[in-house]
Structure formats: C-alpha cells, structure tokens
C-alpha cells in the first residue's frame, strides 16, 4: 500500500536552533512530494515540493527539504527556529492523481 | 488567504442528518479535493474531481458523495450522520501545477 509517514508525532526545539521534521515514503514511481503547514483552525499552506532535480528545494519561510531517494525520504529543515514556526507540519506525496499524507508532526519551539 | 473558500464555517446537526458542505475553487483551478481531518486519523483523503468529473477516490463512506459544478464550485453532501464523522472538513484545489490550495474548512460537530 502506498504510504507517507512520519515518526514522530512532535519535534520540540529551542528557538534559534536548527530543526529537522521527518518524512519517509512508499509511493510507487517518482511522486512528487510536499510540506504543508497548518496553523491552530486554519487551512494547510504550501510550503515547498519536489518535483525532480536538485535534492534540496528551497521554500516559504525559510524552509527547505532534502530529498533522498536511496532513504525514500523527504526531510523538512531550517537553519534556525522560530516560535512562529510552532505549528502542525504535513508531507504529502503524489502519484497517479492520488495523495498521500503523512499524520502529521506538532512542532514546538521554545523561546 | 489561498483563495479557496468554504462554507459554512461551523455546522452542528444531530445523528442520522444530511449535510452539505460547499467549495469555490480558486479562479483558473480545474480540479478540487476533498479531505476529513480528525483528530485520530489524521488528514484522509476522500474525493478528488476535476473539471467536474471524478477524477480519484480515497477513503470515502457510501454514505458520503461529492460533485463538481460547470462553475466548478463543488458539494460534498454527508447523510445518515454518526458522531465519528465529527471533524474538520477541508476542501483543496489545483491547476495543473498539482500544488493544492486549502480552504480554510467546514467543523462539523455531530451530536
């Protein structure tokens, strides 16, 4: 079955430290892949995808994401957490006009 | 603001009813999503159309169907209500670029 996981349900960070929120996947093919943010009742925001080519994709707010393809995996980073940065993170992949997302991971930073 | 609107905001209604939650799309966006977020399951995908025609389908009830309108706008009617389906209801949509745009969500409370 095809999948998209992430290990842990919370990551707590000190602000100004960097931060890493984990995404592995079991999707078929070359998918594309997804970080969304979601703030406390709010919708999901775009924050960045891959879709082919350089490992490391820049996107909003700082953020970026390694893709490695030996690992099947998708990890979200940032050179230095912000307590706005708080929130519930998702990756998502996609293939066959289907997605797939991961439970989701709380982020806490910490002032 | 994604430009994806949804309404209603809050819906509360009673075990065995029928709702109907709504969805605009972004302007020029073909296709919309249609996702229950829950608060042990998670986000689940449940029904993707696109230029009004069902495209993919996910972990959708029988009890649940969705459609998308010639103006693209979409419905997602819920009958024969249980208190498990008690959750956030999001609606997506995307051009061909296949990123997803969430509304902001419908929070049905099913007592």
């Known amino acids: 079955a095809q999948s998209v996981a992430q290990p842990e349900d919370q990551v707590n960070v000190a602000e100004g430290n960097p931060l890493t929120v984990k995404c592995t996947y079991s999707v078929s093919g070359n998918p594309y892949l997804f970080w969304y943010v979601q703030y406390p009742n709010r919708g999901l925001q775009f924050l960045l995808k891959?879709?082919?080519?350089?490992?490391l994709v820049k996107g909003s707010y700082g953020f970026e994401a390694e893709f490695n393809k030996s690992q099947t995996s998708f990890h979200l980073k940032k050179p230095s957490a912000l307590v706005s940065d708080s929130a519930l993170y998702f990756c998502a992949g996609y293939n066959f006009n289907k997605f797939y997302f991961g439970s989701g991971t709380k982020l806490n930073v910490k002032p | 603001d994604s430009g994806v609107t949804q309404t209603p905001k809050h819906l509360i209604t009673a075990t065995g009813q029928r709702v109907t939650l709504r969805c605009s799309p972004r302007s020029g966006d073909l296709s919309v999503y249609w996702y229950q977020q829950s608060l042990d399951q998670g986000l689940q995908f449940l029904i993707q159309y696109y230029n009004g025609e069902e495209r993919a389908k996910g972990n959708i009830l029988e009890r649940f169907s969705a459609q998308q309108f010639p103006d693209l706008h979409s419905e997602l009617n819920l009958s024969s209500l249980e208190l498990g389906d008690s959750a956030l209801y999001f609606c997506?949509?995307?051009?061909?670029?296949?990123?997803?745009?969430f509304g902001p969500g419908t929070r049905l409370t099913v007592l």
């Open positions: 891959y879709i082919t080519g350089d490992n």
């Open positions: 997506a949509s995307s051009s061909s670029t296949d990123t997803q745009y």
